[in-house]
Nanobody, 121 residues
Framework: QVQLVESGGGLVQAGSSLRLSCVASGRILSINVMAWYRQILGKEREWIATKTATGITDYADSVKGRFTISGDVAKHTIYLEMDSLKPDDTAVYYC???????????????WGQGTQVTVSS
């Protein structure tokens, strides 16, 4: 079994910062990509940031310049540093990983349970 465990969500004021963590565990041969998504109430889940095992990062325009993805995909751990938070950032934030399990020759997508981030005005 592969598990992704997120932490760090909470209630903060607009303009403040928050750091989310995600750790993947289980019988994992390798992970090539980890990413953060969020789902704002009434909207579809959206991609916000990606980090590859080779260190490449990318961001959605909505968070570019404010959010930073970091960590070590090869060690199955990533973070999301969220700065200058806005009420519009209020959402459930999800961790995603593309996982190669022992015995397989293909990558599978795994998701964390989600962590609530609420930004008050």
């Amino acid at each position: 079994q592969v598990q992704l465990v997120e932490s760090g969500g909470g209630l903060v004021q607009a303009g403040s910062s928050l750091r989310l963590s995600c750790v993947a565990s289980g019988r994992i041969l390798s992970i090539n990509v980890m990413a953060w998504y969020r789902q704002i109430l009434g909207k579809e889940r959206e991609w916000i940031a990606t980090k590859t095992a080779t260190g490449i990062t990318d961001y959605a325009d909505s968070v570019k310049g404010r959010f930073t993805i970091s960590g070590d995909v090869a060690k199955h751990t990533i973070y999301l540093e969220m700065d200058s938070l806005k009420p519009d950032d209020t959402a459930v934030y999800y961790c995603n990983a593309s996982v190669l399990r022992y015995g397989n020759s293909w990558y599978e997508q795994y998701w964390g349970q989600g962590t609530q981030v609420t930004v008050s005005s």
